[in-house]
């Protein structure tokens, strides 16, 4: 469900993000395999969406979608007002950091990345490959609230994970819903 609304609408996961124009690598859909699977390299990756900024030379954005239900942090503290993140956040983060360091692996002497065809024809579309960002769309802030309260402890586990990370910058479906309602009502 998620992924096709995605599919539909690229420009909430990039331009919504840090206000720069994206749209999806090949012109179609955003899901895309980064690297192959052999027995040489290993299991293949693939990535919810993969997209590049608009402009002369365009940057790269690799992001993992869950859904808006999945939970953020663990239901059972860890000690008395600490909360861990969820199975699902931290997978998805370690997914898009694996998938990010394949792909920069597969391409590490180039600064600049070239998009073919399957024919091996280029599109004439350069990426470059210098710290694609990486983003994890993941489960609701309301997971926090009770009875129109928020839990502070929840809440600040929850900031304290996702502002650590390196890299990856970590958003819930309502924050990026909100956004793409500033973009609209702006425009």
Known sequence: MWQAFFEANQWIVGYGLNLIACESINDGKPECITTGANIFGGAGKRIDAIMRSKGLISSTLFCEIKTHDTELLSKTPYRAGVYRASKELGGGVAQVQKTVSKAQQLISSQFLARIYEEDGTPTGTELSTTR????????????????????????????????????????????????????????
């Not at 802030?141 to 502002?163: C, I």
């Open 132 to 187: 694609p960002r990486q983003v994890v769309v993941i489960g609701s802030l309301r997971e926090f609230t009770r009875n129109g309260a928020v839990n502070p402890e929840k809440m600040s586990s929850f900031e304290r994970y996702r502002t650590s990370i390196q890299d990856v910058e970590v958003i819930t479906f309502d924050e990026l819903y909100e956004r793409a309602c500033f973009i609209v009502e702006d425009h």
